[in-house]
């Protein structure tokens, strides 16, 4: 089956640093990346979407310059966390899908990356 | 925007039925999916449906459909301690379109 996996798998930093968060489809190649923040006993909130070689799609409210991403490959999409704080601190989770437009469109999710901003 | 709800927690003795329900709001919902998360690890997809079916059985899962209310239920039968877990519904509003909007996840856990 398809396999999404993340990098680090949990982070602790300080505030005012930055983090980097990888997303690497295993076995596919994806056009599409998606990044997901959940807090706890809260659904998953969509981040942003991301397309291999165009500029990432956010969603409202979440701050493009805070959130950088980058989609360089078809199996490689990075979420760097800038200037973090104690807020930014949430399970991130990835997904990536095979087709875009099509079909059931299923995404397939990484195992999340915990983010800990002392 | 959209929403869509489920209750936090459910829990059930091992070999019984557990039936996860959720609401939605949005009337041109076209895909509805169940997904599951244990701990620490990301969401696997269970099962979909398309928003035209009523009904969709999957070995031990059964995902019930009521449009007109716009209600989504997940039945497991003969629930396992293994079944213990979140359970995410989720709707996305175009046929073919990425994006997913979940629920707020319902804590399954099944007693010995």
């Known amino acids: 089956g398809a396999v999404v996996s993340q990098h680090p798998s949990r982070v602790i930093c300080k505030s005012g640093t930055s983090v980097k968060i990888e997303c690497r489809s295993l076995d596919f190649q994806a056009t599409t990346m998606f990044w997901y923040r959940q807090f706890p006993k809260q659904s998953l909130m969509l981040m942003a979407t991301?397309?291999?070689?165009?500029?990432?799609?956010?969603e409202q409210g979440v701050e493009k310059d805070k959130f950088l991403i980058n989609h360089a490959s078809l199996t490689l999409s990075t979420l760097t966390v800038t200037s973090a704080h104690p807020e930014d601190s949430s399970f991130y989770i990835c997904?990536?899908?095979?087709?875009?437009?099509?079909?059931?469109?299923?995404?397939?999710f990484g195992p999340g990356t915990r983010l800990t901003v002392l | 925007g959209e929403d869509v709800e489920q209750s936090l927690f459910l829990s059930v003795r091992e070999g019984d039925s557990s039936v996860i329900n959720c609401t939605y709001t949005d009337s041109s919902s076209t895909y509805l999916y169940w997904y599951k998360q244990e701990p620490g690890a990301g969401l696997q997809l269970l099962t979909y449906i398309f928003s035209n079916m009523d009904m969709k059985q999957d070995q031990r899962l059964t995902v019930l459909l009521n449009k007109k209310d716009k209600h989504l239920s997940l039945r497991i039968a003969d629930t396992q301690t293994g079944d213990s877990a979140i359970y995410f519904c989720?709707?996305?509003?175009?046929?073919?379109?990425?994006?997913?909007?979940f629920g707020t996840g319902t804590r399954l856990t099944v007693i010995p």
């Open positions: 997904s990536a899908t095979l087709r875009v437009g099509t079909g059931t469109n299923e995404q397939f």
């Open positions: 989720a709707e996305s509003i175009e046929a073919g379109a990425n994006n997913l909007f």
């Open positions: 991301s397309n291999e070689g165009s500029k990432a799609t956010y």
